[in-house]
């Protein structure tokens, strides 16, 4: 199988190829391979290859045989380094499969390698020492966001067509809306992160992936979803696969549409266009919009403060657990200034300041679902800003505390945190780019549409919609595995 044929396959067509007899598994992985080794030395996407040691046989589930890379973080796989983007883990090699690599293996994946995440997934540019930048496929001077950056910049410039990538802050779908993709943050118990932990960042943190296609989200996500022996909690499941979902018609929904966050950084002129396309192409396939004010349940100081706490005690305790296991340092040696930043801040963090920070959580959660009560969805820019330049995150960050680096991260990705701590699915959608005749880079520009607890069901429907009567995945990067496009 040529390159040139492998990227016009999403991950559903490359099973059915498979199925069919067309191509053999281990063409289309060589293909993959070429695929990785065409794209890589200008992105800096992955981390490292290996020979798969899995070989599912074709046919057996909907991505059986399909080439995957995992990300560097969240997801341990027997016998493989896991780094976690960070000097602190350097040569750090799994001893056993987590949950999701198991589901993984039976859904049928052959996993190919790892994809780069900054420093223990710290940030929402990846951009770590211990691997250096990973670029944007559509502009290598600019960042692929984070912290799933590796993943949304290999499957944008076709190295793969679905990769796994985890959401703690908006670090799939700050990928997604940077790299031109599809990307769903599920409900909060939706896929297992054990057995290592029973929830990450106190319920923040879910599993997922960035995909060129709707339908290869939908069907990965039937694969890996449903609880484990332990799981704290778990969603309901769906009355029938998400898969079918994308089929679906939606009927009409009535979406609310939040122009501007809650706080941090203005919507820009670029993605303020491109979101009043998005309200227009909702209302040509029926649906009511209209613009909303949502509340938050606190002000944007205290919710700030809340998550720097959480997090920051989070990182604090896994940096002491890290460091007493490798038997290495906590210092600038193994840590970036942003990282020992929250680890000082964050054992800082006393016992009620942190239960007062799961008590934001649980305002910010209620008052959200009430709007999910007179509203199906809601739409926002995923981002206010286009793509920042290489290194503009890190400007001065050696001088900010943990509260100021949260504050930083908040600024730069406002709409994208509120939905980690309600633990409602929220999806980035590349229903448009920067067009502008006259200034417009041509970069993608991604629209965040959210649901009620549960109801990935209704974004699915609406993203398959939306994937029909504006697709999307002809569009293709500069740097791509294709060749020139």
């Not at 090699?93 to 039976?106: E, P, Q, T």
């Not at 906590?330 to 942003?338: A, F, G, I, N, Y």
């Not at 926002?380 to 930083?408: F, K």
């Not at 200034?439 to 549960?454: S, V």
Request: charge should be negative; include cysteine; proline fraction near 8%.
């Amino acid at each position: 199988m040529r390159v040139s044929e492998y990227v016009r396959h999403d991950a559903v067509g490359l099973a059915e190829l498979m199925a069919r007899g067309e191509v053999s598994p281990a063409e289309v992985e060589a293909a993959a391979r070429e695929a990785v080794q065409a794209v890589n030395p200008a992105l800096g996407a992955v981390v490292e290859t290996w020979p798969a040691d899995d070989r599912p046989a074709p046919g057996g589930t909907p991505l059986a045989g399909v080439p995957f890379l995992i990300k560097d973080f969240g997801i341990s796989m027997a016998g493989r380094r896991t780094e976690m983007g960070s000097r602190l883990t350097a040569g750090h090699v799994a001893r056993s499969d987590s949950f999701l690599m198991r589901r993984l293996r039976r859904a049928g994946l052959v996993t190919v390698g790892r994809t780069a995440t900054p420093e223990l997934a710290y940030s929402i540019t990846t951009e770590p020492l211990l691997y250096g930048p990973t670029r944007n496929p559509w502009d290598p001077g600019r960042g692929a966001g984070g912290s799933s950056g590796g993943a949304g910049a290999a499957v944008a410039a076709g190295a793969v067509p679905v990769a796994h990538a985890t959401d703690a802050a908006g670090s799939l779908r700050i990928p997604a809306a940077y790299n031109g993709l599809f990307g769903l943050k599920p409900t909060r118990g939706r896929v297992s992160l054990g057995p290592a932990l029973d929830e990450g960042f106190n319920g923040l943190a879910v599993q997922g992936c960035v995909s060129r296609t709707v339908r290869d989200s939908a069907a990965l996500l039937d694969l890996i979803r449903g609880p484990e022996p332990g799981d704290p909690y778990f969603a309901e499941q769906p009355s029938r696969p998400y898969a079918q979902e994308v089929t679906r018609p939606p009927g009409p929904l009535r979406i609310g549409v939040l122009p501007q966050a809650w706080g941090g950084r203005r919507t820009t002129a670029p993605v303020a266009g491109a979101l009043d396309r998005t309200v227009r192409l909702l209302e040509s396939l029926g649906h009511r919009t209209e613009e909303v004010t949502v509340a938050l349940g606190v002000g944007w100081e205290e919710f700030v403060l809340a998550n720097a706490r959480l997090s920051t005690a989070n990182v604090a305790a896994s940096v002491d657990s890290l460091a007493a296991a490798l038997g290495r340092p906590v210092d600038s040696s193994t840590l970036e200034p942003p990282t020992l930043a929250a680890h000082r801040y964050g054992r800082r963090v006393s016992g009620p300041e942190f239960v007062a920070a799961l008590t934001v959580r649980n305002r910010v959660a209620r008052d959200l679902a009430q709007y999910f009560e007179t509203h199906d969805l809601l739409l926002t820019p995923t981002l206010p800003e286009l793509p920042p330049l290489l290194g503009a995150y890190g400007e001065g960050a050696e001088a900010l505390d943990g509260l100021g680096w949260i504050e930083r991260l908040n600024d730069r990705s406002p709409f994208t945190m509120a939905f980690n701590v309600a633990g409602t699915p929220a999806m980035s959608v590349p229903v448009t780019a920067d067009t502008d005749t006259d200034t417009g880079t041509g970069l993608p520009i991604g629209m965040q549409f959210a649901a009620g607890f549960g109801r990935e069901d209704l974004l699915f429907r609406l993203a398959g919609q939306l994937e029909g009567a504006q697709p999307w995945s002809g569009r293709t990067p500069g740097v791509w595995a294709g060749g020139p496009s």
